[in-house]
């Protein structure tokens, strides 16, 4: 079954635009950290990224705004200070950053990458809306019942809860394969994992025996950007799949996962329209709880 994430996502952002309302804060920003690639295909990713913040900010009420740091590339210093600079206007209720960042460019004109954990570092934790600082992210693999939910774990479980509550109850028998270990996604699915007590967890990295894993696990999360990556055979019938994978053929956008898979397993979210908005919806959220608005 494929699920219906832009409906899901209508709903949770209907929750949240009256729970904003009814607190009358009518301040609350969302900073967004950006730069530019200087690559046409990356930059344009970056800006569907951002269009997509944009309009769910509008949508729910929270104001959204954007600070270009291509010009403070020349170091990671550089970079570095000027994040804790945006992050210190007070204005800014959370501060988030758009990943991947550019490389660094040297005055000699050598480029290096930066160094994307120190840069996130910079986001002080009661600002971090995408809970990728280790305090952050260490609070809510201890299980802090305050601690924000990463939004791509926020939207995993929103799905879960809707769809397959049962799967949420018994996470100590399941079989988890996280397909790609970056720092967004497969990163924050390991600690997912660890914080629930599953049975087993396979963080997959680019060479692995991807098959071997899919077949034998009852939750698959891709995040790999490689289309068609999973196809049928690859996979149990009642497992449940997350595609975070976004590539495109010919123009059109693909996700990791072949759509033929929607026919055999229990879940399947779709690419496009599927995890990526829904995970937006849930980066609000985060930002409205730092807000201090309460929702139900």
């Given amino acids: 079954m494929i699920v219906d994430c832009k409906k899901i996502s209508g709903e949770v952002r209907s929750i949240l635009r009256e729970a904003i309302e009814a607190s009358h804060k009518k301040n609350i920003r969302l900073a967004i ?11 344009a990713q970056t800006e569907a990224f951002l269009k997509q913040k ?31 600079e945006i992050v210190g206007v007070e204005e800014n209720t959370a501060v988030i950053i758009q990943l991947p960042l550019p490389f660094l460019k040297k005055q000699d004109g050598t480029e290096t990458v930066v160094n994307t954990q120190a840069a996130l570092n ?13 305090e952050s992210f260490g609070r809510y ?5 305050t601690a924000l939910v990463p939004p791509v774990i926020g939207a995993m479980e929103e799905i879960l809860r809707r769809e397959a509550s049962d799967i949420l109850t018994s996470l100590d028998t399941k079989v988890v394969v996280a397909v790609g270990q970056g720092l967004v996604i497969g990163k924050q699915v390991n600690r997912w994992a660890a914080r629930n ?100």
């Fill in 197 to 296: 007590g599953v049975r087993e967890l396979h963080g997959l990295r680019e060479g692995s025996d991807v098959s071997h894993y899919t077949k034998h696990a009852d939750i698959i999360v891709s995040g790999v950007g490689k289309a068609g990556l999973i196809t049928a055979d690859m996979v149990k019938e009642d497992a449940v799949m997350f595609d975070f994978g976004f590539s495109k053929e010919t123009g059109v956008a693909r996700g990791d996962v072949d759509p033929a898979v929607a026919q055999k397993v229990r879940l399947l979210t779709p690419v496009p329209g599927g995890m990526g908005p829904l995970s937006v919806t849930m980066l609000f959220w985060n930002v409205a709880r730092i807000a201090r608005v309460k929702m139900v």
């Fill in 54 to 84: 944009r309009a769910c900010g509008v949508e729910v009420g929270i104001d959204v705004q954007e600070y270009d740091v291509s010009d403070y590339l020349s170091s990671q210093t550089v970079l570095e200070k000027r994040i804790g």
């Fill in 33 to 43: 950290v950006k730069a530019l690639h200087g690559d046409p295909a990356k930059d």
């Fill in 141 to 145: 693999e201890a299980g802090s019942k």
């Fill in 122 to 134: 910079t986001v002080s934790p009661r600002k971090d809306a995408d809970v990728l600082h280790p």
